[in-house]
C-alpha cells in the first residue's frame, strides 16, 4: 500500500501562488441565509439556517475544515454546499475540490465562491485524489468530508464541536444518517458502538463522521468505492470515538451513486482484492468467527436498546 504524501500536495498548490493556511470562510453575525444566492426549495438548507446565536461569542470555537470532492453531481451540489454553510458555524474553512465537471457544477460553485476558503474545477484522478487534495490544505482542528451529493443536516457542526471539546475528549465522532432515494423516502441507518475487534464490519456512515485532525491520514487513492471504509481501518483504530444517537448527514440513493450502481460491482470488488492483499491490510482468516461474533453483538444491542 503506497499512500499520498499531503505535503507535497501542498506544496504544489503554494507553488501556484495559493496562501496558507487558507481565510476562514466568511460569517455574518445575523447569518448567511439573507446573503447566500436566493436558491429553489423550502426547508434546509433552502430557505432555513442553524441560528447563530447558538454559538456563544466568549467562546473560541475550534475550527471545523470541510472538504467537499465535486464531479457531475450539479442535481444535488448546491444542496451540499447550503448546508455546510448556513451551519452558520463561526470558524469554518470549507474546501472544494471539483474534477472538472461538464455540467452545471462549476458555475454552481463559482456562485456561492465569495463564502468559500478555496476551490478549484479541473481534472484530478478520482474522488480519492480529490479529497486528499482538499485535506491537503485542511488547517482545522476537526475534519470531515462530504460528497457533492450528500449533505449535512441543520445544527451539527454546533453539536460536532461540542462533543470534541467534551469531558470525553473523542479523536473521531460518529452518528446516525438517513438515506434519500428517488422517491424521497428517508430511510434512517442506526450505526452501532464497536471495539476494535469489530472494526472490520462495515457500518459507519461516512459523511455522519469527524475527526481530530492530529489522527488525519490520506486515503489511499487506489480505492475507487471503499476509500472510506478502508481510512476507516487505518484511522479509528485504538482512538477514543463518541457515537451521537441521531441522524447527522442525508445521502441521496440515485442510480449514479457509486453505493447503489449495479455497474460499479466490478470496482466494488476489485478494491477488496486491493485491501486484503498480502501487502495492504492482509487476509483476515477469522471472518467467519467475526461475523458470528458480530451477528451475537448486534443481537445484544438491540436488546439492551443500543441502536
Known sequence: MTLPDLNIYRQEFTDKGITYPLSASPVAAEGLLAQLPKAEGKGWPFDTETSPDAYSRDIRWPKITIVTPSYNQAAYLEQTIRSVLLQNYPNLEYIIIDGGSTDDSPSII?????????????PDRGQSHAINMGFSLASGDYYAWINSDDYYLEGVFHLIATTFGSSKKPAFVYGYAYDLDESQKLSL??????????????????????????IHQPIWEEMHCALDYELWL???????????????????????AKTSNPAMAAK?????????????????????????????RMKLYRLLKLI
Request: aromatic share 14%; proline share 8%.
Open 110 to 122: 463559482k456562485k456561492y465562491s465569495p463564502w468559500l476558503s478555496y476551490w478549484q474545477s479541473k
Open 189 to 214: 441507518i442506526k450505526v452501532a458502538p464497536f471495539p476494535d475487534y469489530f472494526i472490520k464490519i462495515p457500518t459507519l456512515a461516512q459523511p455522519s463522521c469527524f475527526w481530530r485532525a492530529a
Open 234 to 256: 487505518r484511522l479509528v483504530k485504538g482512538h477514543k470515538r463518541s457515537r451521537l444517537r441521531q441522524p447527522l448527514s442525508v445521502a441521496h440513493v440515485h442510480q449514479n
Open 268 to 296: 466494488w470488488q476489485e478494491d477488496h482484492v486491493k485491501m486484503w492483499s498480502a501487502d495492504a491490510h492482509g487476509p483476515v482468516h477469522e471472518w467467519k468467527r467475526i461475523n458470528f461474533l458480530n451477528r451475537i
